[in-house]
């Protein structure tokens, strides 16, 4: 008797969506149910791996280079496998979900390349995550439009050779997706986009002279790049295409892949494309790890903390010598600023401190970097242009002037600002104002004329939570209490109220987002990621 068929994934508490069966064929799901079978449990082991390392970063308040991967480090013969030509030249990246509006403007932006977003600029409700993927498949047969119903404004994507080339970004290990279980557990988030986007267009973009390229979020160690490159190579082999075919940018934004960025893409190398700095991510994982070692990692506020402290300026130039000494792209971070359409002159200044950040980046060697927006592409486009010229990259630029000792990349008290009660109030409105539009499923909110995601409300509660427990005395003498941020979140709250008007605050989810940001800033128990507890409470 032949064994019974393997179960199918259910789809659990969704309501049905326009088109889903062109995403969730029996054939789709099936992959997806393979490699959950496959690699859920490694997946599992990896995250509990996390939670050892976390409790020995307590015990220490240090960490450094890995012993055991030093031969790897030493190594000066290995490189990661060549750039793709569509891939190649990187010097302007645009972020942003993947709706419908955002998928044509981005891949007309001019950018190089869209960072298609299933992760931090996308709450993962289940209309995003399928409704996401079905916006990709169309941009890809050229059938998708867009008219502004508010407006009538109609969006067309321009010829192809005009477009950017995606690279998309999936969910972190972390996040599950509880609408896709197999015998009543959910899939990993991370294998639902990976696996929905590669079985659907991996060909497709083959066929039109591109490939399945990918930017891994929230990497913590070479072995959670290991499990990706095991995906990969499955992947490939299952859809019948070469091995090498998958290009994967590997995001450094937690403190302990700072520490093995080169064995991140050893792991990877036959798939390694380049790595990228990110700014918030990385400074919420340093509070998240160092968060009980004491005043001398308490971080000021946010905007104070720029890429030109030495902490972080020890972290993008170890980033672009170890990209360039393996043959991998360096990309720079984000430009989060959101064009005004009323005041001219904070227009100025931002596009001021944009060129600036980006003429840095240039300079410091990087072969391209990141904006929110399209009007900040020719900015960022005249920084890189100014280096490059014609050169594709600067990856000849070795940086060999670089050297980054272990304790470099976290000499917080490097920086001599100081936490101030302004700060909390920032970190308390951003907070409220995002965690409020991710409830209604916006993932990329802007806020005070900056573009946010989830890394921004990640921040924002980790630095409430880090100054409360460390007993910062701000400079107009207020004690940083639990009592302090309760009050100045009800007034916040209130002052929403009266900006917005009461109809307005009863149809959002302003109490709730209120609610939950003092239940991540205010818990002992610090929540490993704030959209684990958000998620429960997701539409």
Known sequence: MSAPAPSPLAIVDAEPLPRQEEVLTDAALAFVAELHRRFTPRRD????????????????????????????????????????????????????????????NALNSGARVWLADFEDASAPTWENVVLGQLNLIDAYTRSIDFTDPRSGKSYALKPADELATVVTRPRGWHLNERHLQLDGAPVPGALVDFGLYFFHNAQRLIDLGKGPYFYLPKTESHLEARLWNDIFVFAQDYVGIPRGTVRATVLIETITAAYEMEEILYELRDHASGLNAGRWDYLFSIVKNFRDGGSKFVLPDRNAVTMTAPFMRAYTELLVRTCHKRGAHAIGGMAAFIPSRRDAEVNKVAFEKVKADKDREAHDGFDGSWVAHPDLVPIAMASFDAVLGEKPNQKERLREDVSVAAGDLIAIDTLDARPTYEGLRNAVAVGIRYIEAWLRGMGAVAIFNLMEDAATAEISRSQIWQWINADVVFENGEHATAELARTVAAEELAAIRAEIGDEAFAAGRWQQAHDLLLQVSLDQDYADFLTLPAYEQLG
């Open 45 to 104: 082991e990896l995250l509990a791996r996390r939670g050892e390392r976390r409790a020995e970063i307590a015990r220490t308040s240090t960490l450094d280079f890995l012993p055991e991967t030093a031969a790897i480090r030493a190594d000066d013969s290995w490189k990661v496998a060549p750039a793709p030509a569509a891939l190649n030249d990187r010097r302007v990246e645009i972020t942003g979900p993947t709706d419908r509006k955002m998928t044509i």
